[in-house]
C-alpha cells in the first residue's frame, strides 16, 4: 500500500518540489499551507507520515508539531521539521516540541526519501 | 510539473513575498509593534531564502542568510527597531529584491551595495551598529611560523607515524572474527527513553536501518521489564546490545541514531565485546526473563504500535493513559536550559493561540492563466457583438413584435452586460502592487537628493484592468521623481519656511464614475510659473507678450521639449519630460492635469479608463466609412458654419472656435479615404485633444452615434496601420476601424499649423 506524507508548508515552491519528489518516489501525498491547515488536513487524510516547515504564519511549525503530539490518534506518527539550515536552537525547539527527525533544506530528493522512510515502517 | 515551472512559481513567490516584505517594513517604519508582522517579514526573508536554496541561487540565499539573521534579532527582542535600521532593511529589501530579478533574468548586481548592506546588517545583528565610516576590520597577523617542510632545506621529510599497527594487533586478539578486509567492527548499546518513542521514533526501524549497513548480530536486555502490575504501556524497559559488522565507519552507525540520540542512551565502541554477549546479566539467573538473541525476522513485521507497548498489551491502556499524556505534554518544558528563549515561546504560543481565533479566513483564490483570462474576454466580446446583431436582425426582420422573443431579447442583453462586467472583473486587480514599488522610487530619489520624504498612499485597493496597472508604473515613476526633484524643498529650506522638514508625498487612488483616478499631491513649494513663463518664452512655446492665466501656465510643463531643470538631472530628467508622461497616460485612453498653489504643492491628477477592452465610442462616417473616435479625446462637437472656416495656405484652414482658431484637420483625406478635400460645410467638426495638448478639429461627415464597442486589435493581421488604433463589431455586424486620433494629428502636422503658432494664435 502507498504510503501517506502530509506536508505542511508555506511557502508555494516547497509544497511544489515536496509534491513532485514525493510524487515520484511513490508516495500519496496530501498538503497544507500553515498548522492550522495542517491539524485540518491531519484529521481528514490520515497520513503515515508528516513533513513540516517550521517559519509559518497563523500557527508556526512548533506549535503544529505540539499539536499533532496532543492528538491521541496521531502522537505517535513521525514527524519530520525541514529547516533552512541546521540551526542547532531550532532543531532542539522542534525536538522539545515532539519532532521525530529532520531534513535540512534545500533538500536532496533522495535524502527527503531516506528520512521518510527511516522514520516509516 | 517539471523544475522550471517550480522555479517560475518560486519567481511568482519572490514577487509576492517581496512586496509582503516592503509593506511590512513600512508598517513597522511607521510605528506598527504587532510582533506578527515582523515574523511576517521575517518569513518573507526565509521563504526566499529556502526557495532560492533549492535552486542552487547561492548569491540570493547569502543575502537573504544575513538580512534572515539581522531580522531573527528582530523578532527575539535581541535587537530593538529604530529608524537607522529600518533604513538598511529597505535598503536590503531592495537590494534583495534586485538579487531575485538578477536570478531571474540573468545579469549581476553591483557587489559593493550588497556588501556595504552586509556589513551593516551584520553590524546591527551583533549589536554593534557600525558609525558612519566603519573601520575595516584589521588585517590577519601574517602566520609567525612558517610551515616547517617550506624552510627545511636538508632534505629531511617528517614521516606520519602511528601506533595503529599495535593497536590492531591488539584488537585482533581479541576479536577473532574480524577477518574480512575493510570491514570493521562497532558495538553499541543502546537504551531508549520513553521520550524516543513519543516523538513517533521507533527502536524497530533504527535497528533495521543499521542491518542495511551490515551484519548485525542483536540481543536485547529485557531484564529491566517490570512485573506488569508497575509496567507503563508507555515507558522504555528494553536496551540493545548490538554488534555491527559492517564496511562503513562509526560516523555512518552514530547517523543512524541521529534523530534519536537525545532521547536514548548511545555507546558505540570500535570493536566486539564478546563478553557482554555471552556472559548472561548479572541479574540474569534471579529474573523470570532471561536475556534473549534478538530475532532479526522480527524487525520485518509491520509494527502497528510501538514494539514495547505491544509486549505489554495485557495493561489495561486506558488506565494508564492519563500519565502518558502528562508525560508528553510535560516533555517539551523538561530541558530548562534556555529559560528566556523558553518564555518566549510560551508567550509567542499563547499569542498565536489568540491571533488563530481573530484570524479571518483567507479569501479564496486560485491563479489563473492570464491567457485564458484574455481567451475568456475574447469570446465575451464576441458574444456582446452577437447579441447586437440578433437583437438588429430581430428589429428588422420584425418578427411580429412577438413578446416573447423580445422579452428573451431583452434578459439575453442584460445577461450579456453582466457576464461581460463580470469578465472585466477578474482582471481587474488593486493598484497596491504599482504604488508599492513607489516606495522604493521614493526613497531612491530622496536619497539621491538628500530630501527628507514621506510616502503616504491611500486606496492602494482600487481595483483597475491589469494592462492598465501594467502601462501605469513608468508614468507614475516618472511623476513620483518629478514630484520629489523638483517639487519638494529641501529640509533646510522648509525648516526655513516653517514647514516640516520631512515633505509628505500623497499618492491616491480612487474610481470616479466609471473612470480610475490617480493623483499624486506634494506639499512642497508648488510651480514656480514665472519660471516656467520665462522658459516657454525663451523656448518660443510662446510669445513673449502672451497673456496666460496660471492653469495654462502650469499646463506648460506637458509641452513637449519643456523642462525647466537647469540641466537635466539623473533623476527627472533622463532626456523625457512631462510630455512624454502625458502622451503614454493618452495612450491609456487618459487625461492628466495639475493645479499648483505656490508654497502649498501641485496635485497631479490623472483619469483612467477602468479597462482597455472595451471603450466608449462616437461612432462616425467618413468618406463612406464607419469610423469609432474614442470618447475620451474628444472635447466638443460642432457644426461649421461657412462664416468660421478659413483658409490658411493652398490646402490648409483653420476654423474658429468662439475666440480661438483650430487647425482643421479631414479625416478622409488625411486617410486616403478621397483625394480632395471635402467641404466643411457639408460635415461635422469634432474637437479633439492631441499630446502635448494642442487641440484639432477632426472633421468628419456625420455622426451615427456613441456606443460602447470591444476593441479587436489589427496588429496580429495587419500590423501597425497608420492612423487607426484597432477595430470593432458594431451591431450591424459591419467592421468599424477605431481612429488613433494621435496619429491622425501627428500626420497632419506636416501640412497643418503647428500647436505652438496655435497658443501663439490664441494668446
Redesign the interface.
Known sequence: MKKKVLTVD?????R??L??TLTNAGFDTVQAEDG?EGLEVLEESNPDVIVT?I??????G??FI?GV??N?RF?????LVLT??SDA?KKN?A????????IV???DPSKLIAAIE???? | MDMNEIKDIFFQECEEQLAELESGLLRINDGDTDPETVNAVFRAVHSIKGGAGAFGLDDLVAFAHVFETTLDCVRSNKLQTSSELLKVMLKSADVLADLTAASRDGGSIDKSRTSVLVKELDAFAKGTPLPASAPEPVKQEAPAEPAPQATDDSGFQPVPFSFDGFEDEAEAAELPDEAIAGRSVFTVRFKPRSDLYAKGNEAVLLLRDLARLGDLQVRCDIDTLPPIDQLDPEGAYFSWLIRVETDKDEEAVRHVFEFAEWDCLIEITPGSDDEAFSAPTAAGEDQPMAPVPFDLSMLEEEPVVPAETAAAVVVPIAAARPAAVAAVEEAPLAPPSLPRAEKALAAEAEKKESAVAAVPAAPQTIRVDLDRVDRLINLVGELVINQAMLAQSVVENETGGSSAINLGLEELQQLTREIQDSVMAIRAQPVKPVFQRMGRIVREIADMTGKNVRLVTEGENTEVDKTVIDKLAEPLTHMIRNAVDHGLETPEKRAALGKNPEGILRLTAKHRSGRIVIEIADDGAGINRERVRSKAIENGLIAADSNLSDEEIDNLIFHPGFSTAEKLSDISGRGVGMDVVKRSIQQLGGRISITSKPGKGSIFTMSLPLTLAVLDGMVVTVANQTLVVPLTAIVETLQPEKQDIHAFGPTQRLIAIRDTFCPLVDVGHILNFRPDLANPIDGVALLVESEGGGQRALMVDAIQGQRQVVIKSLEANYTNVPGIAAATILGDGRVALILDVDAVVTASRGHALSSEMTLSATG
Open positions: 508555506d511557502s508555494r515552491t516547497i511544489n518540489m509534491l513532485v492550522i516547515d517559519n509559518m504564519p497563523r500557527l508556526d512548533f506549535g505540539e503530539r496532543q491521541d502522537r505517535a506518527i513521525p514527524i533552512t539550515e536552537e525547539r525536538r522539545e516540541a515532539g519532532a521525530t527527525g529532520w533544506k534545500p533538500f527511516r522514520v516509516t515502517a
